[in-house]
């Protein structure tokens, strides 16, 4: 990843906190609240988020949204639907 597209990190508010917070090896419901309580107090949540989204990050929690919200952000219900002609 391009130190350009990441430079906010500098200032994420997870720097301090613990990896496994944002990385789990096993997932679980407290870890992922206590994480996207982090992100809500975090200055660059929205530049994580957009680039998490743009990059297709698969694992962990960036911006505030597990994987399963950054792939329902990117590929709402339906858009595999033709277009009805
Ligand atoms: S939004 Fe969350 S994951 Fe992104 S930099 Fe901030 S604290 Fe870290």
């Known amino acids: ?19 496994e917070l944002f990385f ?3 997932p679980s419901p407290a870890q992922e609240a206590r994480a996207k309580e982090i992100c809500a107090g975090c200055r660059v949540l929205q530049e994580c988020r957009s680039y ?6 698969a694992e962990g929690i960036w911006g505030g949204l597990t994987p399963q919200e950054r792939r329902r952000s990117r590929f709402p219900a339906g858009w595999r639907t033709p277009a009805a002609s």
Do not use: F, N, V
């Open 24 to 26: 789990p090896l096993a």
């Open 1 to 19: 990843m391009p130190l350009e597209e990441t430079g906010w990190l500098r200032g994420g508010a997870c720097r301090s906190s613990d990896p």
């Open 52 to 57: 998490a989204l743009r990059a297709g990050e």
